[in-house]
Protein backbone atom coordinates (compact mmCIF):
# COMPACT_ATOMS: atom_id res chain seq x y z
CA UNK A 1 0.00 0.00 0.00
CA UNK A 2 2.90 2.43 0.94
CA UNK A 3 4.31 1.86 -2.38
CA UNK A 4 1.26 2.05 -4.37
CA UNK A 5 0.90 5.54 -2.37
CA UNK A 6 4.54 6.29 -3.08
CA UNK A 7 4.10 6.24 -6.81
CA UNK A 8 0.68 7.91 -6.86
CA UNK A 9 2.81 10.94 -4.87
CA UNK A 10 5.69 10.89 -7.68
CA UNK A 11 3.17 10.80 -10.24
CA UNK A 12 1.30 13.48 -9.25
CA UNK A 13 5.12 15.75 -8.32
CA UNK A 14 6.33 15.01 -11.86
CA UNK A 15 3.20 16.09 -13.40
CA UNK A 16 3.43 19.34 -11.23
CA UNK A 17 6.76 19.78 -12.02
CA UNK A 18 6.36 19.25 -15.92
CA UNK A 19 3.00 21.09 -15.93
CA UNK A 20 5.01 24.47 -14.54
CA UNK A 21 7.60 26.56 -15.53
CA UNK A 22 8.43 28.93 -12.68
CA UNK A 23 10.19 27.94 -9.40
CA UNK A 24 10.38 29.95 -6.10
CA UNK A 25 13.60 28.99 -4.22
CA UNK A 26 14.68 30.41 -1.05
CA UNK A 27 17.64 30.15 0.15
CA UNK A 28 19.72 31.74 3.16
CA UNK A 29 23.55 32.47 3.95
CA UNK A 30 24.41 35.83 3.90
CA UNK A 31 22.94 38.97 4.84
CA UNK A 32 20.06 38.93 2.10
CA UNK A 33 18.37 35.78 4.31
CA UNK A 34 16.07 34.97 3.87
CA UNK A 35 16.21 35.30 -0.16
CA UNK A 36 13.07 33.92 -2.45
CA UNK A 37 13.88 33.90 -6.02
CA UNK A 38 11.78 33.87 -8.88
CA UNK A 39 13.09 31.46 -11.32
CA UNK A 40 12.46 29.25 -14.58
CA UNK A 41 13.24 25.65 -14.54
CA UNK A 42 13.42 22.22 -15.96
CA UNK A 43 13.25 18.97 -14.52
CA UNK A 44 14.47 15.41 -15.10
CA UNK A 45 12.61 12.90 -12.83
CA UNK A 46 12.71 14.62 -9.21
CA UNK A 47 15.75 17.08 -10.05
CA UNK A 48 15.44 20.37 -11.24
CA UNK A 49 17.76 22.28 -13.52
CA UNK A 50 17.65 26.01 -13.04
CA UNK A 51 20.17 28.87 -14.45
CA UNK A 52 21.20 31.41 -11.58
CA UNK A 53 22.71 34.96 -11.86
CA UNK A 54 26.34 34.74 -11.34
CA UNK A 55 26.71 38.03 -9.54
CA UNK A 56 22.84 37.80 -7.83
CA UNK A 57 22.19 37.16 -4.04
CA UNK A 58 20.63 33.87 -4.13
CA UNK A 59 24.21 32.41 -5.84
CA UNK A 60 25.76 34.27 -3.03
CA UNK A 61 23.75 31.85 -0.18
CA UNK A 62 23.77 28.89 -2.18
CA UNK A 63 28.10 29.95 -1.55
CA UNK A 64 27.28 29.88 1.97
CA UNK A 65 24.69 27.37 2.56
CA UNK A 66 23.56 24.69 0.33
CA UNK A 67 20.10 23.65 1.79
CA UNK A 68 16.88 25.50 0.33
CA UNK A 69 13.03 25.34 0.26
CA UNK A 70 10.84 25.94 -3.03
CA UNK A 71 7.54 26.08 -4.10
CA UNK A 72 6.04 25.07 -7.58
CA UNK A 73 2.62 26.19 -8.10
CA UNK A 74 0.35 28.47 -10.28
CA UNK A 75 -0.78 30.61 -7.04
CA UNK A 76 -4.00 29.19 -6.79
CA UNK A 77 -4.56 26.67 -3.72
CA UNK A 78 -7.22 25.15 -5.34
CA UNK A 79 -4.68 23.82 -8.06
CA UNK A 80 -2.31 21.27 -7.50
CA UNK A 81 1.07 22.24 -6.11
CA UNK A 82 4.34 20.95 -4.25
CA UNK A 83 6.72 22.06 -1.42
CA UNK A 84 10.51 20.89 -1.09
CA UNK A 85 13.14 20.47 1.25
CA UNK A 86 16.51 20.44 -1.28
CA UNK A 87 20.33 20.63 -1.27
CA UNK A 88 21.62 22.85 -3.87
CA UNK A 89 24.37 21.31 -5.99
CA UNK A 90 26.06 23.88 -8.14
CA UNK A 91 27.42 22.32 -11.77
CA UNK A 92 30.49 22.82 -13.49
CA UNK A 93 29.98 25.66 -15.84
CA UNK A 94 30.52 23.56 -18.59
CA UNK A 95 27.18 22.64 -17.75
CA UNK A 96 25.37 25.65 -18.59
CA UNK A 97 24.87 25.15 -22.30
CA UNK A 98 23.51 21.76 -21.34
CA UNK A 99 20.96 23.05 -19.16
CA UNK A 100 19.92 26.57 -21.24
CA UNK A 101 19.34 23.84 -24.07
CA UNK A 102 16.74 21.87 -22.01
CA UNK A 103 15.38 24.62 -20.71
CA UNK A 104 14.83 26.68 -24.16
CA UNK A 105 13.73 23.18 -25.43
CA UNK A 106 11.11 23.45 -22.75
CA UNK A 107 10.41 27.47 -23.22
CA UNK A 108 11.41 28.55 -26.48
CA UNK A 109 11.33 32.10 -25.53
CA UNK A 110 13.59 31.62 -22.71
CA UNK A 111 16.89 33.84 -22.89
CA UNK A 112 19.00 35.21 -19.89
CA UNK A 113 21.02 38.56 -20.11
CA UNK A 114 23.38 38.20 -17.28
CA UNK A 115 26.22 35.80 -16.69
CA UNK A 116 24.44 32.29 -15.26
CA UNK A 117 26.01 29.66 -13.01
CA UNK A 118 24.26 26.33 -13.90
CA UNK A 119 22.25 25.18 -10.54
CA UNK A 120 20.57 21.30 -9.92
CA UNK A 121 18.36 21.28 -7.08
CA UNK A 122 17.96 17.60 -5.18
CA UNK A 123 14.88 16.98 -3.00
CA UNK A 124 15.14 15.35 -0.10
CA UNK A 125 11.56 16.22 0.64
CA UNK A 126 8.66 16.81 -1.01
CA UNK A 127 4.99 17.85 -0.20
CA UNK A 128 2.50 17.26 -2.74
CA UNK A 129 -1.30 19.20 -2.32
CA UNK A 130 -3.81 18.29 -4.21
CA UNK A 131 -7.26 19.54 -3.55
CA UNK A 132 -8.53 17.05 -6.17
CA UNK A 133 -7.58 14.41 -4.61
CA UNK A 134 -8.28 15.10 -1.37
CA UNK A 135 -4.24 15.49 -0.11
CA UNK A 136 -5.11 18.53 2.19
CA UNK A 137 -3.07 18.27 4.23
CA UNK A 138 -0.35 17.53 1.58
CA UNK A 139 1.52 14.33 1.12
CA UNK A 140 4.84 13.90 1.93
CA UNK A 141 8.00 11.76 -0.51
CA UNK A 142 10.67 11.79 1.16
CA UNK A 143 14.32 10.50 -0.53
CA UNK A 144 15.89 7.32 0.66
CA UNK A 145 19.15 8.33 0.67
Known amino acids: ?3 SLNNEVEHKIKEVMEGNNAIMLATTGTDYSPWILGAYY ?5 DI ?3 VEKGG ?8 NKQAAYSIS ?4 TKDF ?7 KILPDE ?8 LVNKMPWYQTFVPMVPVKIESSKIFATSL ?3 WFPAKVLESQN
Open 132 to 134: QNG
Open 1 to 3: MTE
Open 42 to 46: VSDGL
Open 95 to 102: DESRIREM
Open 57 to 64: KSFANMLA
Open 82 to 88: IQGKATV
Open 74 to 77: QNDA
Open 49 to 51: YLL
